[in-house]
């Protein structure tokens, strides 16, 4: 199950940064590589933005925990982005969520994204389940970057995954 969902993100990730080295010269559209694997990587971090926002919409108890996650997400999105992205992802969130503080909308699932668990115990695995994929496919995707953003990618992927163990370790508990 996590396997399947690392290797559908892996593959949009991978798709995302191919030249299509038999391709036709229009697909490329002369965007570098790079260009596009960062651009890939800005549209995975906000659709994890959207998860985290979408999780703390049914689980208002749990935004103190996942707010400094969510906040590190938010800023590889910004680190990932080659210039100012035309609609900032983080203000644009920041706008959406106080204004769309009934939790019907972001609750319910867009096109292609999951449905935040009732549980939170289970919001909060599914979290972690998405930062894990995520992280995976960052770090299969670092054999085709360019030097700095395979570096830039492999931090990232590195704090996804200390970002999936915090979201299911047991903050506060002792030994």
Known sequence: MLTGAAAAAAGSVLVTGCSGGGGTAGADSGISLERRMREGAVRDSERLLERYDATVAVHPDLSGRLAPLRAAVAAHTGALALTTPKASPAP???????SGSPSPSPSAPAAGRAEV???P????SALADAERSLSEARTIALAGAPG?????????????????YLLTSNPGASS
């Open 92 to 98: 644009s969130r920041a706008a959406a969520s106080p």
């Open 117 to 119: 668990p009732a549980k």
């Open 121 to 124: 115990a289970e919001a909060l």
């Open 148 to 164: 700095e953003l395979a570096r830039l990618l492999a931090s990232v992927a590195a704090c996804g995954a200390v970002h999936a």
